[in-house]
């Protein structure tokens, strides 16, 4: 028995469905039918269709607080939250603590005068990274 691939418009409507799964902790598709009260066949039926659950996307969006593109089409350069990208600033800043801490750079900048320049440095790696994410982001969606 030769099994169909699906197409591309099948893929992206399993993709969406896979990705409410991951915003709300479920193992499948049939985890995610159960959650949302749907009928055991919704998720497979949209998928052999080529359609996209607009509507329960529309859900998921308002309560999960993700964009519609990101559900929809598996990417969006705003999901990049601005307070994400402040936990990582926050994070480059204490591993350049920790860093100072054991000798690895100048213990100089463990003084408050110099915790300025880590938090410089750390807000430079953290745009970087978010630069570097928007890129991938821009890449997984072509």
């Not at 959650?35 to 919704?42: E, V």
């Not at 996307?57 to 350069?77: H, M, P, R």
């Not at 999901?79 to 994070?91: A, K, P, R």
Request: charged residues 30%; aromatic residues 8%.
């Amino acid at each position: 028995m030769m099994l169909k691939t699906e197409d591309k418009e099948q893929k992206r409507v399993r993709a969406a469905f896979d990705r409410i799964c991951l915003l709300y902790g479920l193992k499948n598709h049939a985890d995610l039918q159960r959650h949302f009260q749907l009928s055991n066949s919704y998720a497979s039926a949209a998928i052999k269709r080529g359609s996209m659950p607009y509507t329960l996307i529309e859900q998921v969006s308002n309560e999960k607080g993700v964009t519609l593109d990101w559900l929809a089409k598996g990417y969006d350069i705003s999901q990049i939250h601005s307070e994400d990208m402040e936990q990582v600033s926050t994070g480059v800043f204490k591993g350049l603590m920790k860093l100072a801490k054991y000798n690895w750079i100048d213990k100089s900048y463990l003084t408050p005068e110099k915790q300025e320049t880590l938090k410089s440095l750390a807000a430079l790696v953290t745009e970087q990274v978010e630069q570097e994410l928007q890129r991938k982001l821009a890449r997984d969606a072509g």
